[in-house]
């Protein structure tokens, strides 16, 4: 097990009194653990149980988690009847029958019993306690399945992160061998330029601009910390905890070290290794943004 992913999805269905529950959970990239709950009419009790379950499992990411209902949970409820509904309406047909004339039968009374609202079925009681306790191990399964599905593409995520290290790592392996090449050719160009214009230069003089230029242009400290940067990442990419903000951090600076390499860099073939590793800490941007 290694880094995750803040991108899952998790499915649990279960039995919770009279009713089949279904709790799907689901998230995103989120720089934060941001938690979004829906549930039934009614439930509103077992929200804070659910926030809790999905912080003691999660620390970055946008979560959705819907709870739904299937059943109406009166298989095993009480018949109430609206008997003050019921004698209006009785009534109501009673008064008719006179004006119209006709005798009223009390055996049609029945009939009223299909009137919207007259009959209605109180579900069986199910205790708050109760429902939140089965509701919580429901969560649990779907938290198990998202994670689970999180670590598996945390894992793809961990080797695709490996694959552009080491390919900085041949960048900068390349800029490392040809830094020095660098400063003799441009000691060959300034050469080369005097001679051009038939001026005598002193070597003394010659040893100070070179030097100079080898100033400008160093970038040993840069390089340095640029594999020190690699370094801790391949180190935080075989880490349990979440390292998601550290990832982000050390991009950031793996990013500015590289810039500044391409602002010192005078060496067409220092600048396009810098052009190239510049690519490849864009895609370590992008997947770190994915890292939990």
């Known amino acids: 097990m290694g ?8 499915r649990a269905e279960g039995r919770v009194g009279l009713y089949d529950v ?3 959970a689901k998230s ?32 970055r990411g946008r979560l959705d988690v819907a709870v739904s209902l299937a059943g109406t949970g009166a298989e095993a409820g009480e018949v109430q009847v609206d008997w003050a509904l019921i004698d209006a309406l009785v009534e109501a047909d009673r008064t008719l029958c006179d004006k119209l004339g006709i005798e009223f039968d009390p055996r049609a009374a029945r009939q009223w019993l299909m009137f ?12 708050e306690e109760e429902a ?5 191990d429901l969560v649990d399964a779907a938290l198990e399945k998202l994670v689970a599905m ?5 894992g793809d995520l961990a080797r695709a992160c490996e694959g552009y290290l080491d390919e900085v790592e041949t960048r900068l392996q390349a800029i490392r061998e ?27 003089r010659l040893a100070q601009e070179v030097a100079l230029f080898a100033d400008r242009v160093a970038i040993d400290e840069e390089l340095v910390r640029l594999e020190a940067h690699v370094r801790a990442m391949r180190g935080d990419l075989g880490r349990t905890e979440p390292v998601g903000r550290r990832l982000d951090f050390l991009v950031q600076e793996m ?30 941007r992008e997947q770190a943004q994915n890292v939990e």
């Open 116 to 127: 919207p609202g007259a009959v209605a079925v109180r579900p069986a009681a199910l205790s």
């Open 178 to 204: 040809r830094a020095p090449a660098s400063v003799a050719a441009y000691r060959a160009s300034l050469l080369a330029r005097v001679s051009e214009l038939g001026v005598s230069v002193d070597d003394a």
């Open 132 to 136: 939140a306790s089965s509701l919580a």
């Open 22 to 24: 279904v709790v799907e």
């Open 255 to 284: 990013h500015r070290e590289v810039n500044t390499i391409a602002a010192k860099s005078q060496d067409a073939e220092i600048s396009q290794h810098v052009v190239e590793m510049k690519a490849l800490v864009e895609k370590l």
């Open 150 to 154: 999180r670590e598996r593409e945390g």
């Open 28 to 59: 995103v990239n989120h720089r934060f653990l941001e938690v979004s709950v829906r549930l039934p009419r009614d439930w509103s009790f077992a929200e804070m149980i659910v926030r809790d379950r999905v912080k003691a499992r999660l620390h």
């Open 3 to 10: 880094i995750r992913s803040m991108t899952g999805f998790g």
